[in-house]
């Protein structure tokens, strides 16, 4: 399948949840597909981009690790996704390889995700929680923020002055789970 074939069939992706199954599932079982996948995503003005995003969040949901050989495409591009149909799930997947990279049981993410990687996800979440971003990017940026904050000594500080100031001016999704990441900093911070 070109990508332009991709392109055209991306148009049929909606909403439901056994509709994107079904692309992603059409993505992991043809490999190859994966980097015109991402191109795809990466037309960040393009409507149609938001439909692949929704198709590569499902993909990795499914299989994460089959993402490892485009982390630098997608790691290096994510700031430059702006359309709210987008961003989510791009926040999604970052917040599932972050998940990965902290998890207690061994997987390829581990040793996959570099520093580099880390470091253009961090970037990436912080610009999702200073912006005016839905409250789902923010609440999967904020817990990914949390977990990198672990082996990022100065994130912690910078996340909590940032839930903080929003705090008031933000959703009650916002406020329970800001509320519930600034305990989690509050009680590492006395654990150090």
Known sequence: M??????????YVNHSRENRRKYANLIISNPELYPKLLYILFMVDDKVSCRAAWVFEFACGENL?????????????????????AVRPVAKVCEYLVKAYYSRQDNAIKTALTNEHQERIIEACFDWMINDEKIAPK?????????LGRDHDWIHPELKIILERDFQMQSSGFKARARHIINKIEKSEKNA
């Open 2 to 11: 070109t990508t332009e074939q991709l392109y055209e069939e991306l148009n």
């Open 65 to 85: 690790e089959a993402a490892i050989p485009y982390l630098d495409i997608f790691t290096s591009s994510i700031g430059k996704v702006h359309l709210d149909p």
């Open 139 to 147: 609440a999967y940026s904020m817990n990914s923020l949390y977990l």
